[in-house]
């Protein structure tokens, strides 16, 4: 008689930890973007941190650098006066945004390093460096762990995130979109893992350092709206109302953003969603083509 024999199962390749995978792609980001730590300030940082000294022409203040103009006709027209503006621009401009966590940011980075921009930027390369952490968080709770890296490597890599990172003028986006990633992430982890308190706990709170950051930390609730929908489709248990809270905050934030009378009037390229519906829809279509078909 013929002795059996067992079959083996093959031999697996080890997989590489989530570690490994964030390790490589922090190192990655870190090498692509350290040329532009000897890159001079330009105009745009300049006007911007002139606030922070009180030498700016414009409205903003210490704490309050994204309010330039409330609107007023004779503020306005003191600007164009004063050639800050150019002559074309209308008395009604209004660009006067809430990003009081990022003032607050650049404030530190002025007492901190002056007029040396370099340490401006690395403060940035540290937010980017947490985005990606976030990401790689969120993915290996979702997906298997060669998915999840790779697409950790993907999102540290691309070039989508150069402007935020580098162009210090845009740090509110780069801030709000690490907290609002941080938020999902936890978000995720709560439905998803862990079921505690504290994961929901923690994504609020990082979805109200988001909107502290910028009026981007929309984006995170768009994510947060997506994920729940996709759960109710798939008709999976959970707690009912999950996006009671993160919708109360958005809210809270609108509130706020009334009462302190922000918003953007006759500002060029910028539309306010809130004062003008339709044409901020008519030209979130426009930008939609583009981004699709380049």
Not at 189 to 200: A, L, P, V
Not at 224 to 232: H, K
Not at 272 to 290: C, H, N, Q, T, W
């Amino acid at each position: 008689m013929k002795r059996r024999t067992s079959a083996r199962p093959a031999p697996t390749q080890p997989k590489i930890s989530p570690a490994v995978w964030l390790l490589v792609a922090l190192g990655l980001t870190v090498a692509l973007k350290l040329p532009a730590l000897d890159a001079p300030f330009d105009l745009d940082e300049l006007l911007l941190l002139s606030g922070i000294d009180g030498d700016s022409l414009w409205m903003g203040s210490r704490f309050d650098l994204y309010r330039f103009s409330n609107g007023e006709n004779r503020e306005v027209q003191s600007l164009i006066d004063q050639g800050s503006l150019p002559w074309f621009t209308s008395t009604q401009w209004k660009y006067a945004l809430w990003r009081p966590l990022t003032s607050l940011l650049f404030v530190v980075d002025h007492e901190l390093f002056g007029d040396e921009r370099v340490g401006y930027q690395l403060h940035s390369l540290l937010w980017w460096l947490a985005l990606i952490s976030a990401f790689a968080f969120l993915m290996f709770s979702l997906f298997e762990r060669t998915i999840a890296g790779w697409a950790v490597l993907a999102f540290s890599v691309s070039l989508v995130h150069t402007e935020s990172v580098v162009w210090l003028s845009a740090r509110h986006t780069l801030v709000a979109t690490t907290f609002g990633m941080a938020a999902l992430a936890a978000h995720v982890h709560w439905r998803e893992k862990s079921g505690r308190i504290r994961w929901r706990l923690a994504s609020l709170l990082f979805l109200c350092g988001a909107f502290a950051a910028s009026e981007s930390a929309f984006q995170a609730l768009a994510f947060l709206i997506a994920y729940e929908g996709i759960r109710a489709l798939r008709a999976r248990p959970g707690p009912r109302l999950a996006l009671k809270a993160p919708l109360a905050v958005a809210i809270g934030y609108l509130l706020i953003y009334r009462l302190l009378d922000r918003g953007v009037r006759e500002a060029f390229e910028y539309v306010d969603p809130l004062s003008r519906p339709g044409a901020f829809l008519e030209r979130a279509a426009d930008k939609m083509v583009i981004l699709l078909v380049g």
